[in-house]
């Protein structure tokens, strides 16, 4: 059984409360985008809410993939043309052009992300470009204390190329592993031999890289409770920042790569729960702070001292530290989040590339969050951080009585009380160990959105 001061496993909780629900890395969630909304409403009404004043964090999609991962939901384009990148890029830097105008002011960058897709599907001289048309327009810091990080695919990379990456500025790594058992990776379709991760990670310590994390999956077919552990004991091994250990999600209807994925060779739920239940020991025992749903991290990495510090964040990345930037994103189907604002970019490539071909900016839906939202969201945004709620925090900052405001909420809170999920202290919610996996179903308590979309909306599993 995990027990201890961060996590406690109560298969009789899980089972009751493990329902299917939003990851919140925004409240509202992007199921509340509409298309009727302008760019010039979403444009104008982000530039007004804004601090124009504050720091930036800037997200760069880059769609491309030379192999599908069959597990992978991820907005990609499979192709081994490497010259589909260059036309895309160069939408890119127009889009980034028009963003530059709108948001930039010189607001220095403190954070910066390539995610994909796979970034390191382009060319080093593409990498290159791209920073360099990134600090044309945008204020980039040069000092090497900005949260700048990339996804690798060990198999695209190699220690000459990490030099590359660093010398780029980037001082983050994140790189996926999965399972490290050849059979799991067959039925994926994702040949990694650990020795190329083993090769990242060694090059990202020797090149001064800040922080390393690493992807695990759990829930994929042909996976065994002994095979994942063994997957997590070399991992521990190896020694990354952070882990990011994922629930697979098999839904083919959704996303047609799934559909390649044998049902039938899933590990069964009780299986998952097991695989679960012995990576949180692995990882607790062997020094790894739990922070939050899927994610791990050393204590002296800055997620784990933001948490204890309470200005750990939450945005499209999933946790970070960064929670006084404006997010803006940039590429195909990037969400950004500017003032009081979310939106998104049109999700196919093609119809990107012709968007800002013709208008320069390929938005295609947003939300304009009203007062309530704005309130809903520091709620959500202090559970799931932070695993508590303070109401006078709330109070004083929208100037509205709790209790009042949130008097349904509560009653059902209540009954999280009584089943051990939270424990109130006065007015304080504090979320106990046995919680703190459910912490999705506790946030969906205060989700106005959620009676609305219980039916006919499908979410992943909270575990």
Request: proline fraction near 4%.
């Amino acid at each position: 059984m995990v027990k201890n001061s961060q996590i406690q496993w109560n298969l009789e909780l899980i089972k009751r409360y493990d329902l299917s629900g939003p990851r919140y890395t925004s409240y509202p969630t992007a199921i509340q985008f509409d298309p009727e909304l302008s760019a010039e409403q979403l444009v104008q009404t982000g530039q007004s809410t804004a601090d124009s004043s504050a720091p930036l964090s800037l997200y760069f999609h880059i769609p491309f993939c030379t192999h599908v991962c069959y597990y992978c939901a991820c907005n990609k384009m499979i192709t081994r043309n490497k010259k589909r990148a260059a036309p895309y890029l160069d939408e890119l830097y127009k889009e980034m052009a028009t963003l530059s105008n709108w948001y930039s002011n010189d607001r220095i960058v403190n954070q910066l992300h390539w995610g994909g897709g796979t970034p390191t599907f382009i060319s080093d001289d593409e990498m290159r470009e791209l920073m360099d048309k990134t600090r044309q327009h945008f204020h980039l810091r040069d000092d090497d204390q900005g949260d700048y990080s990339i996804e690798i695919d060990p198999r695209e990379a190699n220690a000459q190329r990490m030099e590359v990456i660093r010398e780029l500025g980037f001082n983050r790594v994140s790189l996926g592993v999965q399972d490290i058992d050849p059979k799991v990776q067959e039925a994926v379709n994702r040949i990694q031999p650990t020795s190329m991760s083993e090769e990242i990670i060694t090059s990202a310590r020797e090149l001064g890289f800040k922080s390393v994390n690493v992807d695990l999956i759990y829930g994929l077919p042909h996976q065994t409770i002994d095979g994942f552990a063994k997957t997590v004991e070399t991992m521990i091994e190896l020694s990354p920042d952070r882990l990011s250990v994922f629930n697979y999600a098999h839904m083919p209807d959704r996303f047609r790569s799934q559909m390649h994925i044998n049902g039938e060779d899933l590990p069964a739920p009780s299986d998952k729960l097991v695989i679960l239940e012995n990576t949180i020991n692995q990882l607790i025992d062997a020094g790894y702070q739990y922070i939050g749903m899927d994610h791990f991290a050393k204590p002296d990495d800055e997620l784990a001292v933001a948490q204890r510090e309470g200005h750990l964040h939450r945005n499209f990345q999933g946790y970070t530290t960064h929670s006084d930037c404006d997010l803006v994103a940039m590429g195909v189907s990037a969400i950004s989040q500017i003032g009081d604002v979310y939106y998104q970019n049109e999700h196919d490539l093609k119809l990107y590339q012709k968007a800002v071909a013709d208008k320069a900016q390929a938005i295609k839906r947003g939300v304009i969050l009203t007062r309530d939202d704005s309130i809903r969201r520091r709620v959500i945004t202090q559970l799931i951080c932070h695993f508590e709620l303070d109401p006078s925090v709330i109070e004083r900052e929208f100037e509205i009585d709790f209790d009042s405001y949130f008097k349904d909420e509560l009653e059902l809170i209540q009954q999280f009380a009584a089943d051990g999920l939270v424990e109130i202290d006065g007015r304080r919610i504090e979320v106990t160990p046995a919680g703190r996996l459910l912490i999705r179903r506790i946030c969906m308590t205060f989700d106005a959105y959620m009676p609305k979309l219980q039916a006919g909306r499908t979410f992943s599993r909270i575990i």
